[in-house]
Nanobody, 121 residues
Framework: QVQLVESGGGLVQAGGSLRLACTVSGRGFSINAMGWYRQVPGKQRESVAS???????DYVDSVKDRFTISRDNIKRALYLQMNSLKPEDTGAYYC???????????????WGQGTQVTVSS
């Protein structure tokens, strides 16, 4: 069974930095695209950043030049370096991965449980 576990969230002052990590466990599958979403109460879950297996990254406009997504395919890990944090970055951050089971021809999306990021003004 594929499991994703996030870490690195916390409370930080505006202008500070945090680094989120997401580790993937399980056997018998490969990982395609991965990414981070964030959820603010009362709002829809928003895609923050994504990265392909080959390392091509994409960001929502509000975090460009502040956040950096990266991955380690050997360690099966995903990271999000968040700099110059703003109060509007506050939310629950969720890691996701599109996985392909050995012998299968389709992707399956898997989500982590989320980690809270709170940015105080």
């Amino acid at each position: 069974q594929v499991q994703l576990v996030e870490s690195g969230g916390g409370l930080v002052q505006a202008g500070g930095s945090l680094r989120l990590a997401c580790t993937v466990s399980g056997r018998g599958f490969s990982i395609n695209a991965m990414g981070w979403y964030r959820q603010v109460p009362g709002k829809q879950r928003e895609s923050v950043a994504s990265i392909t297996r080959s390392g091509v990254a994409d960001y929502v406009d509000s975090v460009k030049d502040r956040f950096t997504i990266s991955r380690d395919n050997i360690k099966r890990a995903l990271y999000l370096q968040m700099n110059s944090l703003k109060p509007e970055d506050t939310g629950a951050y969720y890691c996701y991965a599109f996985t392909v089971r050995e012998g299968a021809s389709y992707e399956r999306g898997v989500w982590g449980q989320g980690t809270q990021v709170t940015v105080s003004s």
